[in-house]
């Protein structure tokens, strides 16, 4: 198998480091660097693309997903398949679209400050259309004003679920051994199985689907790990699920629009605004909180690379 993350150049340089006593020597032609370890192999691009091959990948490639270029999420996909193979979308059944169906999706993985926040929202059929009227899209694509627009209705009219790992709980959870993607999918099932409790059983989905970040054989081996139980509906894993059913657009808005009132509520605990995102402004911010004595794990995702960048700044 193997893991494709796209990076910036200083992403490229920290993962580098992190294999300094692993790399092979020479690096294979047209590649910045390459190590070993574990059996696995991890070749670095000047393109910033770097290659995770052999078992496990996605564990691996969690180690560094702070460092994925915003608007990237990391991609699988088994290496003895065809070129042409690993360039398509898995198929979802005929009239999907138009289903009744759970979707869930998350928010906050790559950013510095905030939560990681996870929603799950049942669409029934005869409620798609209409939704698909008011506008819900990808998070991404829509302001905050649309968003808090958006959100209400959610909250009015469909049943949903929402977990929102604020700083405080994630940095216990990181610390005590889960990778962020466990945490993904953890909080993912999580919310299917409520919304399933809410729904009751005289209005049971069509499917789940699942805005994908890692493999869906991964997935289910966290679940196993942490014996959550698995609903027993179709679940479907597919990347930019928003194109594929409303129920994830949905998820998205509902995720989204929680992430914002967190870091508003954090942004004045803090007494400066806090940004979204992993870049050099949330290195500045986190080493003034610091200097003013404040609790950083309060604020933000301590295992970033951001932490140590900031106590640089000091």
């Not at 047209?30 to 000047?46: E, H, P």
């Not at 009227?133 to 808090?148: Q, V, Y």
């Amino acid at each position: 198998m193997q893991t494709v993350i796209l990076l910036t150049n200083e992403g490229l340089k920290q993962v580098k480091a992190a294999y300094s006593k692993e790399l092979v020597q020479p690096a294979p032609k047209n590649s910045l660097f390459q190590a070993k370890k574990n059996g696995l192999t991890i070749t670095g691009y000047s393109s910033g693309k770097v290659l995770f091959q052999g078992k496990e990948t996605d564990h691996e490639a969690a180690r560094f997903q702070s460092l994925i270029k915003k608007g990237e999420k990391m991609t699988q996909h088994n290496q003895q398949r065809s070129k042409s193979t690993k360039s398509s979308r898995p198929k979802l059944p005929a009239g999907f679209a138009d289903w009744g169906v759970i979707g869930s999706d998350e928010v906050g993985a790559g950013a510095y400050f905030g939560p990681l926040t996870t929603a799950a929202v049942y669409v029934p059929a005869d409620q798609v259309e209409k939704l698909r009227e008011l506008g819900f899209a990808d998070s991404k694509t829509l302001t905050d004003d649309k968003i808090k627009k958006l959100a209400p209705y959610i909250l009015e009219h469909l049943p949903y679920h929402i977990v929102n790992l604020i700083p405080d709980f994630y940095n216990q959870k990181q610390e005590s051994g889960q990778n962020v993607v466990a945490m993904k999918a953890l909080s993912h099932n999580f919310t299917h199985n409520q919304v399933l409790k809410k729904i009751g059983q005289e209005k049971r989905p069509d499917a789940i689907l699942v805005d994908q970040f890692v493999q869906g054989s991964s997935y289910y081996r966290y679940l196993e790990k942490n014996r959550q139980p698995r609903p027993d509906l179709p679940t479907y894993f597919i990347t930019k699920g928003e194109t594929e059913h409303v129920a994830v657009a949905a998820a998205s808005v509902l995720a989204r629009y929680v992430e914002l009132r967190s870091m508003a509520e954090l942004s004045q605990e803090a007494g400066v605004t806090l940004p979204i995102g992993a870049g050099k402004e949330a290195d500045r911010i986190a080493a003034s909180l610091m200097n003013q004595g404040k609790d950083l794990r309060h604020f933000a995702k301590l295992h970033f690379a951001n932490t140590k960048k900031a106590q640089a700044l000091r």
